[in-house]
T-cell receptor, first 109, second 117 residues
Framework: RKEVEQDPGPFNVPEGATVAFNCTYS??????FFWYRQDCRKEPKLLMS???SGNEDGRFTAQLNRASQYISLLIRDSKLSDSATYLC??????????FGTGTRLTVIP | GAVVSQHPSRVICKSGTSVKIECRSL??????MFWYRQFPKQSLMLMAT?????????EQGVEKDKFLINHASLTLSTLTVTSAHPEDSSFYIC?????????????FGPGTRLTVL
C-alpha cells in the first residue's frame, strides 16, 4: 500500500469555483502534513502546512483528520493562476517526506 | 524562503556516460540534503539522504554504486549518475534542510532533467 494516496484528477473547474482535494496516508505514526504545489516541469513549493485544528491562508483551507488518516485542501474562488498539480506530503520520521502522486487542477476561464 | 540551485537544468547524454548534477544552498547551510527522482506523471520518490561529511543513506532499490552522492560542504551536494542508461532518464530534484533535529521546511532546487539517449 502506498504511503500517501491522492486522486490524480484532473479537476477542470471554472474560474470562481470552489474545489476540494483529498488525500489519505497509511502510517498512523506520521507526524507532519503539508500541501505542496508543483507547476509543470518545476520544483514543488510549499503551499501550506496542515494542522489538526485546521488552518486557512486566504482562499486556501487545509484540514487534517488523524483518526481517519485523511487530509484535505479546499480552494475557494479559483483563479487561473491556481492551475497546477497539488501534492499531498506526509512526514514520517526525521525529515522523511512521502509525496502523493499529486492532483492536477486546471482552472478554466 | 531559502534558495537552492541546481546545475545543469537540463542534460542530454549518451548511454554509458556519467553525469554529475550539483545542488547548492545559496543563502543557508544545508546540514541535510535530499535527492529525489520524478518520472512523468508520477510522484517524487526519495532516492537518498545525505548529511554533510558523512555517507549518504540510500532508499531501498536505489543502487549506491550507480548514484554516487557527495556532500562535501554545508552548501553543496552532488549526484553522479554513473554509466547512465535510457531508463535513468528522469527529473532529478534536490532539496536542502537547515538543521536536522526535527522537521524543517525542505527547500527544493529547480530540478535537472536528464535524458539518456
Amino acid at each position: 500500500r502506498k504511503e500517501v494516496e491522492q486522486d490524480p484528477g484532473p479537476f477542470n473547474v471554472p474560474e470562481g469555483a470552489t474545489v476540494a482535494f483529498n488525500c489519505t496516508y497509511s502510517n498512523s505514526a506520521s507526524q507532519s502534513f503539508f500541501w505542496y504545489r508543483q507547476d509543470c516541469r518545476k520544483e514543488p513549493k510549499l503551499l501550506m502546512s496542515v494542522y489538526s485544528s485546521g488552518n486557512e491562508d486566504g482562499r486556501f483551507t487545509a484540514q487534517l483528520n488523524r483518526a481517519s488518516q485523511y487530509i484535505s485542501l479546499l480552494i475557494r474562488d479559483s483563479k487561473l493562476s491556481d492551475s497546477a498539480t497539488y501534492l499531498c506530503v506526509v512526514q514520517t520520521g526525521a525529515n522523511n517526506l512521502f509525496f502523493g502522486t499529486g492532483t492536477r487542477l486546471t482552472v478554466i476561464p | 524562503g531559502a534558495v537552492v540551485s541546481q546545475h545543469p537544468s537540463r542534460v542530454i547524454c549518451k548511454s554509458g556516460t556519467s553525469v554529475k548534477i550539483e545542488c547548492r544552498s545559496l543563502d543557508f547551510q544545508a546540514t541535510t540534503m535530499f535527492w529525489y527522482r520524478q518520472f512523468p506523471k508520477q510522484s517524487l520518490m526519495l532516492m537518498a539522504t545525505s548529511n554533510e561529511g558523512s555517507k549518504a543513506t540510500y532508499e531501498q532499490g536505489v543502487e549506491k554504486d550507480k548514484f554516487l552522492i557527495n556532500h562535501a560542504s554545508l552548501t553543496l551536494s552532488t549526484l553522479t549518475v554513473t554509466s547512465a542508461h535510457p531508463e535513468d532518464s528522469s527529473f532529478y530534484i534536490c532539496s536542502g534542510v537547515a538543521g536536522g533535529v526535527s522537521y524543517n521546511e525542505q527547500f527544493f532546487g529547480p530540478g535537472t532533467r536528464l535524458t539518456v539517449l
